[in-house]
C-alpha cells in the first residue's frame, strides 16, 4: 500500500505562483512514473504533468512553459510548482503513481481573476 498526501493548495491572484507537494508513504516511490491530474467542477479528471523514474517529464499543452514536475526520490516527494496562474487552472489537484493506480486525496487551488 502506498499513501499519497497533497499539500500546498490555496487561493491565489491570477499570475501567482503556487507549489504542490506530495508526500508518499508505505512504499518507496523512486521506480513509479508519477503524474499530477486535476478536476474541476463539472470536469473530467485530466492529466496535468508526469514524470519517470529516470526524470523524463510530459505536460499538457494547457500547462507547458508555466507548471513543472518534479521529484526527491529520497524525501518520497512529488511536486509541482505553478507559476503563472490563470482563472482556468482552479481545480482540485491529486498526484498518482500512475502504474499502481493510487490516489491521494487532492489539494484545492482557486486561482481569482
Known amino acids: 500500500q502506498v499513501q499519497l498526501v497533497e499539500s500546498g493548495g490555496g487561493l491565489v491572484q491570477a499570475g501567482e505562483s503556487l507549489r504542490l507537494s506530495c508526500a508518499a508513504s508505505?512504499?518507496?516511490?523512486?521506480?513509479?512514473?508519477l503524474g499530477w491530474y486535476r478536476q474541476a467542477p463539472g470536469k473530467q479528471r485530466e492529466l496535468v504533468a508526469s514524470?519517470?523514474?529516470?526524470?523524463?517529464?510530459n505536460y499538457a499543452d494547457f500547462v507547458r512553459g508555466r507548471f513543472s514536475i518534479s521529484r526527491d526520490n529520497i524525501k518520497n516527494t512529488l511536486y509541482l510548482q505553478m507559476n503563472s496562474l490563470k482563472p482556468e487552472d482552479t481545480a482540485v489537484y491529486y498526484c498518482t503513481l500512475i502504474a499502481l493506480n493510487y490516489w491521494g486525496q487532492g489539494t484545492q487551488v482557486t486561482v481569482s481573476s
Open positions: 514524470i519517470t523514474r529516470g526524470g523524463t517529464t
Open positions: 508505505g512504499r518507496s516511490i523512486s521506480n513509479y512514473v
